[in-house]
Nanobody
Framework: QVQLVESGGGLVQAGGSLRLSCAAS????????MGWFRQAPGKEREFVAA????????NYADSVKGRFTISRDNAKNTVTLQMNSLKPEDTAVYYC?????????????????WGKGTLLTVSS
């Protein structure tokens, strides 16, 4: 079992940057595909980014491509999401996700473990 704890959310102005972190418990972190999802008020949860077990391949939603970067450190059991050029429409609760499946199945929302989320608010 994996427990995920997100941190780094907050209030930022449009055009600014922020980094989210997710700390995972357990000794099998490197066995999981990791990712980030988000849920804006009144909307469904949506895929943001994912990274393979080794960190060699990443995938992004079109809405964040070129602005967000996902990375992981298997030695520290952490995954981060660097967010640049933030827009008001990026405002959401961001969730860390871990899955034993592939980056493709994670993109479809097939997730084994979720964090509790961290709120990002981007002001215009």
């Amino acid at each position: 079992q994996v427990q995920l704890v997100e941190s780094g959310g907050g209030l930022v102005q449009a055009g600014g940057s922020l980094r989210l972190s997710c700390a995972a418990s357990g000794r099998t972190f490197s066995s999981y595909t990791m990712g980030w999802f988000r849920q804006a008020p009144g909307k469904e949860r949506e895929f943001v980014a994912a990274i393979t077990r080794s960190g060699g391949i990443t995938n992004y939603a079109d809405s964040v491509k070129g602005r967000f970067t996902i990375s992981r450190d298997n030695a520290k059991n952490t995954v981060t999401l660097q967010m640049n050029s933030l827009k008001p429409e990026d405002t959401a609760v961001y969730y860390c996700a871990a899955d034993l499946g592939t980056i493709a199945t994670m993109t479809l929302g097939d997730i084994d473990y979720w964090g509790k989320g961290t709120l990002l608010t981007v002001s215009s």
